[in-house]
């Protein structure tokens, strides 16, 4: 089946540095990845939809200029949380959706920790 | 706007009886539905989605659940709770594609199942 490789699954950074989070399809292409967020003991947040050689959709409230997205091949999207604070920690999931299966894949989730 | 209701946060069943996780969503159109469950610290696996079709549907580890057009339901079921079955369990919709935005998903908040031993 289709399968969402996600990397790094724990990472934890010291304040002000910038993390970059991997999100890979690793049997089917994908135009479109969607990154999440998701908080203690709540919902997933769609942050914003990666578009292969074309810019991100940010969904509001959310600082395209704090998380960049770039998605420069069909099986791979990348998050980078720049500048990170300590309010920046969280759970980091990406999605995609395999072609012709109305459906969606997840990675693994990234567990950020800021110090 | 579409959106998903859970309205437990938590679910609690003994170990061999049946459990029932209640969704309910709200879209303009005709909905795709999906349950997904969460481990802790892990990502999301898919349990079932409904298309089209019949409104009964079997997925992942004996689960099944069934499309309610006229309640806007799609509660999750299984007839035998296993401990293993304690998760967080998440409802969520979309709309068939039809322009810019439609491929999102909504999740609901998400339920909290306890299956106890």
Redo the contacts between chains.
Sequence with gaps: GAVVSQHPSRVICKSGTSVKIECRSLDFQATTMFWYRQFPKQSLMLMATSNEGSKATYEQGVEKDKFLINHASLTLSTLTVTSAHPEDSSFYICSASPAGTRGYTFGSGTRLTVV | AQSVAQPEDQVNVAEGNPLTVKCTYSVSGNP?L?W?VQYP??????LL?Y?TGDNLVKGSYGFEAEFNKSQTSFHLKKPSALVSDSALY?CAVRVPYSG??S????????TKLSVIP
């Design positions: 795709y999906f997904y610290n892990r990502g999301l696996q898919f989605k298309i998440f810019a935005g491929y999102q998903l909504t999740f609901g908040k998400g």
